[in-house]
């Protein structure tokens, strides 16, 4: 595999020698990249995230214990909520939390308040969630922007649990025997969301094989031309050198604006190995194992 990325970056013998193969090689070869390309940048990215997952997932049971009171009983039958507290009861911000700019308007992350109206209750509280008797309400993000919308959303009728400290302690406990499985699904996550972009590639790719194919098209006499899936599958060559070089600028931590830069890169690897003129074919040598084949 070294040697066909060697290849594929620049050997003008190599790209005349494309001509002899079929279109799935190409597809096979730029899969396999893909894979290469997407494997880097999980591990990369693993690195630092799948630590900090863990830290997390370790301190999540005392976190959610240190923010839940310890006297504070919630109690939801059929739907309808009742406390043990006096109301209305104020959860207060987590320190990591309240250092965050999106809580410079809460107050308190949890207010509970049975008798209040839903919107009208929220706006009085300024806090992240208002549980009132029947309904949850809640901040969310837009959909329309960066603005927080207000959620206000019901209850099921047939809702029934007890939440308290000793039911979390349980819960905590149960779950944090599946915490071992989350790190690998996390990295398999990873890998995945690298993998479906690099391939989607393959697609991106028509735009530069469009644009080569209409170079060659204006650069060559009409019985010397390239097929329109000639061109595709050297771009699916050339296209090596470009992303090679973009998933170093990220495992380096740099993520410039480059526009078009896998176009213009994949376009300048093909105008240096595959000749604009026939000319430049004659004058060039065959590799020696294809001295009898048809040249690009």
Do not use: C
């Amino acid at each position: 595999m070294f040697k066909l990325i060697k290849q594929s970056i620049y050997n003008p013998a190599f790209y005349r020698s494309l001509l002899e193969r079929p279109l799935s090689w190409s597809l096979f070869y730029f899969f396999k990249l893909a894979i290469i390309a997407a494997l880097i940048l999980t591990m990369v990215a693993s690195f630092t995230a799948v630590p900090a997952l863990v830290n997390v997932l370790s301190d999540l049971k005392g976190e959610v214990l240190n923010i839940y009171p310890a006297e504070l009983e919630i109690v939801i039958e059929n739907g309808q909520v009742r406390s043990n507290v006096s109301e209305p009861y104020f959860i207060d911000l987590p320190p990591v939390l309240a250092d965050q700019e999106v809580s410079e308007d809460i107050d308190h992350l949890l207010v509970i308040d049975t008798t209040a109206e839903p919107l009208a209750g929220y706006d009085k509280y300024n806090a992240y969630a208002l549980l009132t008797d029947r309904h949850l309400v809640y901040r969310q993000n837009s959909n329309l922007g960066s603005e927080l919308a207000v959620v206000v959303q019901p209850l099921a009728d047939n809702l029934t649990l007890t939440i308290n400290r000793e039911n979390l302690i349980t819960l905590f406990d149960h779950l944090s025997r599946y915490f071992v499985i989350i790190p690998p699904l996390f990295v398999l996550g990873l890998f995945i969301s690298s993998l479906i972009p690099i391939l989607a590639v393959a697609l991106y790719l028509l735009l530069p094989a469009a644009l080569l194919w209409l170079v060659y098209a204006l650069t060559r006499p009409k019985g010397r031309r390239l097929t329109f899936g000639n061109i595709y599958r050297t771009t699916l060559q050339a296209v090596t050198l470009g992303l090679l070089l973009k998933v170093t600028l990220i495992g380096l931590g740099l993520s410039p604006y480059l526009p078009f830069f896998l176009t213009l890169v994949t376009i300048a690897v093909v105008l240096f190995n595959v000749p604009l003129t026939v000319k430049e074919i004659e004058n060039s040598p065959a590799p020696e194992s294809e001295q009898n084949h048809t040249t690009v």
